[in-house]
């Protein structure tokens, strides 16, 4: 903290502006906990906060902006300093800098440090109104109030993902506050929603973070969707109940992702690269992932039907019900257009990789259809289709079905192994190097700029990587045998 320029700058305009400030909340925890405190830091001071949040903003080339009228916050974003950084400065609730920490949400945030004495002194006085520094050092989350967690419901949410990413236990009387509340969990914005859950499935462990949430009241508050999965069955392939199922595939969803370089050691380290990238709103490809994996099979309850000549259930066209689904849920978060195109895709065509296994053989057309339909989702398509499979069997961290695979799922291994390879190896590199271009088609077949044109270049491509076409003259040859007055697919 002494070290940061942030701090520092915000303490000289403090001492220039003769106001005192305090540093509250997850950075002093974290301060104390000995984590990484990040980029992004919470203040409170008795005064102009809008004042001096827009002169901060012009020393170290911000942006400031109003966050909440209702409370005062100001919000100062650097692009420059440190590499990015969030500052929120908010007006003292209450009359002092004890009845603020009292109105905030856990004991473990409900701690200051005056900015003076963080510069000044060598042990600067920690102002814990609530017992904080106890919990931290017994590793107990404890709400501060019921009421507290009324005022802001999306508290009860938060209170999981804390206890996960801070390896604590939630306090049994706030459980208790929990559940009998958990109704209240409808009333915030799907946005800031979005955000708590995200953050949390960004983290390790997601499926245990789910699996609390369902226990306490919140998951079905807040996905209505999910009603009937404690008690669907799936048949007589599997005695798990969908919701079950659901978790499971999470887990081992999770499973691969902490193993890549075991599964996959040559494209490791480039899934890796893929999982990170962000998608908008702060979420990443690895966040949605275990999100499509628990709501893979969305669309099952609403498809279930018993097949007369043996009375077994079965789930016909289930995975588009659940593109539309999980399209509905994706509004209701908010998540941005990339975000719900990626999750409608993968739900539509997460049986893809399971009829490809059950296919015998693939066939390099088959290779090149599933990334030429899909491109660089296929990438998450087979990582999900593993998981949906693995979900399917006997899982537990002590032996996860990967380590002695099923016949069923030995095969859908063999077949995400071969895929990732060619995406890497042939599919990938073969990009630019197609020996005709657009208009050397239209001009062969006489054709005027059409979607046909886009429809033949893929299928010359296609020809180029299975080898069946080497030469432009080959190429010239392959596209004017093409029968064009019939459909092409």
């Known amino acids: 903290m002494i070290g940061s320029e942030i701090i520092r700058a915000v303490h000289r305009l403090a001492q220039e502006r003769k106001e005192e400030v305090y540093l509250v909340g997850g950075a002093v925890r974290d301060f104390l906990l000995k984590r990484p405190t990040g980029k992004d830091f919470d203040f409170v001071l008795l005064g102009k906060v809008g004042d001096l949040a827009k002169e901060l903003a012009r020393h170290i080339s911000g942006t400031a902006f109003l966050l909440d009228e209702a ?27 004890l009845a603020d920490l009292r109105q905030r949400d856990f004991t473990v945030n409900s701690l200051a440090i005056r900015l003076a004495d963080i510069l000044q002194t060598d042990n600067p006085l920690v102002i814990d109104p609530l017992g904080g520094l106890a919990d931290l050092r017994k590793k107990i989350l404890r709400a501060n109030s019921e009421e507290a967690l009324r005022q802001d419901p999306l508290r009860m949410l938060r209170a999981f993902r804390f206890a996960y990413t801070l390896e604590m236990g939630i306090e049994e009387k706030t459980q208790g506050m929990i559940r009998r509340n958990s109704d209240l969990i409808r009333k915030p914005a799907g946005e800031r929603v979005r955000n708590e859950l995200f953050a949390a499935l960004n983290e390790t462990r997601a499926a245990h973070f789910l699996r609390d949430l369902y226990r306490a009241g919140l998951l079905p508050k807040l996905f209505p969707e999910i009603a009937e999965w404690d008690g669907l069955r ?151 289709s593993l998981a949906n499979a693995a979900g399917a069997e006997k899982f537990s961290d002590s032996a996860p079905p990967f380590q002695t695979p099923s016949k069923g799922l030995k095969k859908v291994l063999e077949i995400g192994r071969e895929l990732f390879r060619y995406f890497g190896e042939d599919f990938s590199g073969q990009a630019p190097g197609l020996l005709l271009n657009g208009e050397e088609i239209m001009k062969a077949l006489g054709l005027s700029q059409s979607p046909l044109v886009g429809r033949l270049l893929g299928m010359l491509k296609e020809a180029e990587i299975g080898g069946r076409v080497g030469s432009k003259e080959e190429a010239l040859q392959f596209i004017k045998n093409i029968d064009i007055s019939r459909p092409l697919v």
């Open 234 to 384: 799936q048949g007589p392939h599997s005695d798990r109940s969908l919701l079950e199922h659901a978790l499971q595939t999470v887990e081992a969803g999770e499973f691969l992702l902490s193993h890549l370089r075991d599964f996959f050691p040559f494209q490791a380290q480039a899934l890796e690269q893929h999982l990170g990238q962000n998608l908008g709103e702060g979420i990443s490809r690895r966040a949605l992932f275990k999100f499509e994996c628990f709501f893979h099979d969305s669309g099952k309850p609403k498809t279930r039907t018993q097949a007369p000549e043996t009375k077994a259930f079965r789930f016909l066209d289930h995975d588009q019900e659940g593109q539309r689904i999980n399209e509905r849920l994706a509004k209701r978060l908010k998540l941005s257009r990339r975000a719900t195109r990626i999750l409608s895709e993968l739900t539509r065509q997460h049986m893809r990789l399971a009829s490809l296994a059950k296919g015998g053989t693939m066939t390099g057309r088959a290779k090149y259809r599933f990334f030429y339909d899909m491109g660089k989702e296929g990438l998450d398509l087979i990582l999900l």
């Open 71 to 97: 409370f005062g916050t100001w919000r100062v974003v650097v692009k420059k300093a440190e590499g990015g950084s969030e500052l929120d400065f908010c007006a003292l609730q209450g009359e002092n800098i």
